[in-house]
């Protein structure tokens, strides 16, 4: 009986501890993400690489000024499951322009 009992609880933590794990993952892949866009932004490139770094379903967003640029990459995880609202994981990174031709500002 006690079993039947326990069960359940064991589940539904064994999900929880999954998602936590997940939303870490996605987490650093969000902040290597943007460090690549930031930093290709800074040097005047189109940053490929970030879009490659980013977890499936990321949007990435650059935006700077004259001295910084600031790149925001977003994803949703799941939570226990796809019928549950996820959480939305973020990694920002801020990289100094570089000297040499001004890049298209508010590029994506």
């Known amino acids: 009986m006690e079993l039947a009992a326990g069960l359940p609880a064991l589940?539904?933590?064994m999900f929880a501890g999954i998602t936590?794990?997940?939303a870490v993952v996605t987490k650093a892949q969000c902040l290597?993400?943007?460090r690549e866009a930031a930093l290709?932004?800074?040097r005047g490139e189109h940053s490929v690489s970030a879009a490659r770094t980013a977890p499936d379903g990321a949007d990435i967003r650059v935006v700077g000024d004259r001295d910084s640029v600031t790149a925001t990459v977003t994803v949703r995880v799941r939570v226990l499951g796809a019928r549950l609202?996820?959480?939305r994981v973020v990694g920002s990174?801020?990289?100094a322009r570089e000297p040499g031709p001004q890049p298209i500002e508010g590029r994506r």
């Open 40 to 42: 290709a932004e800074a």
């Open 11 to 13: 589940v539904v933590l």
């Open 32 to 34: 290597d993400a943007a």
């Open 20 to 22: 936590a794990v997940t």
């Open 85 to 87: 609202p996820g959480i």
């Open 93 to 95: 990174a801020v990289a």
